[in-house]
């Protein structure tokens, strides 16, 4: 059975730092991009960042671009978020996902992911 569990969320003042983990099991990403998503209350679920394999191509929502740093280590199936000036507006449930195919590119769409995790909640007070 594959998951995709996040970890590292909580509680953080604007101006603060977080790192989500997502650790994979069941098998093996280290040729699949992973990215992150998050939701906050009442919005859709929006894309943040996705690597591809080699770790070498990645992708950054504009709103995050400069402060948010995707990163993977394969060798322990795992992908972090490091998130750095943290923002009342990024106040969200941040998910973990991985596309299927293997050597694909980032992609920015949802659809493009076929495994999820259950979901970290981050929030930046003011």
């Known amino acids: 059975q594959v998951q995709l569990v996040e970890s590292g969320g909580g509680l953080v003042q604007a101006g603060g730092s977080l790192r989500l983990s997502c650790a994979a099991s069941g098998r093996t990403f280290m040729r699949n991009v992973m990215g992150w998503f998050r939701q906050a209350p009442g919005k859709e679920r929006e894309f943040v960042a996705a690597v591809r394999w080699s770790g070498l191509s990645i992708d950054y929502a504009d709103s995050v671009k400069g402060r948010f740093t995707i990163s993977r280590e394969n060798a322990k199936n795992t992908v972090y978020l490091q998130m750095n000036s943290l923002k009342p507006e990024d106040t969200a449930v941040y998910y973990c996902?991985?596309?299927?195919?293997?050597?694909?590119?980032?992609?920015?769409?949802?659809?493009?992911?076929?495994?999820w995790g259950q979901g970290t909640q981050v929030t930046v007070s003011s």
């Open positions: 996902a991985a596309k299927g195919t293997i050597y694909s590119a980032t992609s920015r769409s949802q659809r493009d992911y076929d495994y």
